[in-house]
């Protein structure tokens, strides 16, 4: 599995950049089926979340040589950020270590789940890898989804 979650169209489901979403799934071929274990082509993603000082410590996999931002100034976006009210609003993160984002609001104080990306078109998310591969979204919680219970029927 790859990523194009940065490449996407808000109102296309078929990417534009054609050429790097066959680049990804070229390097994921190579190292998955081939064995080129040399091979990075692999997004951050969860690996595991601490809570303390009011604040979410997210731990990701997958960083190389670190993570980064595409923000000029640092900001990190597309995290959100609720207590056990479940009502979330966006927070601030920033990267404190190789694998580790900080995440926080001032409007939450009492931090509980962290989510990543978590909406139909998460632009502009912009959390990467050190060769460039965008962070999958990601949440902590197991809280009931607005449509889990939707089920498709041929009726």
Known sequence: MVTAIDI???N???????????????????ADV???HQV?????????????DNAVFIKLKNEYNGLKTTDKFGYIFGFSIA??????RWA????IDKNIIKVWSDKVK?????????????????LFNSHDF?????RTDDWKLSTQDIRLTDE
């Open 8 to 10: 996407g169209e808000a």
């Open 12 to 30: 296309n489901i078929h990417p534009i950049n054609k050429y790097e979403v066959g680049r990804r799934l070229a390097l994921a071929a190579l």
């Open 34 to 36: 081939y064995y080129q």
């Open 40 to 52: 990075i082509y692999l997004s951050p993603s969860y690996d595991s979340h601490t809570i303390k």
């Open 83 to 88: 207590g056990d009210d479940q009502i979330f």
């Open 92 to 95: 601030k993160a920033e990267i």
């Open 110 to 126: 009492s931090p509980k789940v962290v989510r990543y990306a978590w909406q139909n078109n998460p632009s502009p998310a912009n």
């Open 134 to 138: 965008p962070a999958l979204p990601f």
